[in-house]
């Protein structure tokens, strides 16, 4: 593959994604590589495929870790910054869920704003970022080919692999390429304004929506009944005093 990378569109069937398709053994991030190339001219559509991260990014300083060879590890770079920042997060964590089931019948619920969930333990998880005010790179892990056991101890009863959900294997090429395609119609949506279209397909798989929750945002924590996702990102509770709240971002537990 040359070290501009392919253009695979046509063999995908994409409009954006694909539009640069680049694989690395092992990054430190596929994030940071696809923001790297974007500073050296990269276009939107910009794939960044790695089989190993050296220092995997999860959201506020977090870690993303990996089995080598063995996960999913994808960033794409994206046109303009959405006018919703969370929506471009939930795009990417629908066309994941969606790719996931596609490919392997598993069954994937989307705890907001960034999580996909197998029975409560993350199968994968997202996380969008840039520059201020400038287009991202969205970056996307899934466990797929392995067990519980092979990540650090810390993680060993929180996470899964879809062939541990599935009972069988599944090439992470084809799960890249079908990511690809699916993260291509769902940001389509999203910047031809059917933002809800998406919304209510994240609605039929919100492992929230109905629960008790408690939300923490900044310094604020809300105790509640998560309602569900608005069309701008944000999750909509009804706390206990019977108000409703919408948050931008935060950390959710189920009570
Ligand atoms: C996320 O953050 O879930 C965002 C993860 C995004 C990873 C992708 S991989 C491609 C691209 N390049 C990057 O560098 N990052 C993106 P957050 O919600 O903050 O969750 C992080 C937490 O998930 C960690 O603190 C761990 O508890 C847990 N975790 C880490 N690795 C995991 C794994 N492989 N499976 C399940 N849970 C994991």
């Known amino acids: 593959m040359s070290a501009e990378g392919t253009d695979r569109r046509p063999?995908?069937?994409?409009?954006?994604?694909?539009?640069r398709w680049h694989h690395r053994e092992a990054i430190d991030s596929t994030n940071l590589e696809a923001l790297r190339l974007r500073r050296?001219?990269?276009?939107?559509?910009?794939v960044v495929v790695a089989d190993t991260q050296t220092a995997g990014r999860g959201r506020l300083g977090r870690r993303w870790d990996d089995v080598p060879g063995r996960c999913l590890l994808m960033s794409v770079l994206l046109e303009a910054p959405a006018r919703?920042?969370?929506?471009?997060?939930?795009?990417a964590a629908l066309a994941a869920a969606e790719a996931v089931e596609g490919l392997a019948g598993v069954r994937v619920a989307i705890k907001w704003p960034n999580d996909l969930l197998v029975d409560g333990r993350k199968l994968a998880g997202v996380l969008a970022e840039g520059p201020a005010g400038?287009?991202?790179?969205?970056?996307?892990g899934t466990n797929v080919n392995g067990a519980p056991a092979n990540l650090p101890p810390e993680l060993r009863g929180r996470a899964t692999f879809i062939?541990?959900?599935?009972?069988?294997?599944?090439?992470?090429?084809?799960?890249?390429?079908e990511l690809a395609g699916r993260l291509d119609e769902v940001?389509?949506?999203?910047?031809?304004?059917?933002?809800?279209?998406?919304?209510?397909?994240?609605?039929?798989?919100?492992?929230?929506?109905?629960?008790?929750?408690?939300?923490?945002?900044?310094?604020?924590?809300?105790?509640?009944?998560?309602?569900?996702?608005?069309?701008?990102?944000?999750?909509?509770?009804?706390d206990d005093d019977g108000r409703e709240v919408a948050l931008e971002a935060g950390e959710v537990t189920l009570l």
């Open 11 to 19: 063999q995908l069937g994409t409009r954006l994604v694909g539009a």
């Open 40 to 46: 050296g001219g990269a276009p939107a559509g910009t």
């Open 84 to 91: 919703a920042p969370g929506m471009l997060t939930a795009a």
């Open 134 to 140: 400038g287009p991202p790179a969205v970056g996307i």
């Open 163 to 177: 062939s541990h959900e599935a009972g069988r294997q599944l090439a992470i090429a084809a799960l890249a390429d």
């Open 187 to 238: 940001y389509h949506l999203l910047v031809s304004g059917q933002a809800r279209a998406l919304v209510e397909r994240i609605a039929e798989r919100d492992a929230l929506a109905g629960r008790r929750v408690q939300a923490r945002t900044g310094s604020r924590t809300v105790t509640g009944a998560a309602l569900g996702w608005l069309d701008d990102g944000r999750l909509l509770l009804r």
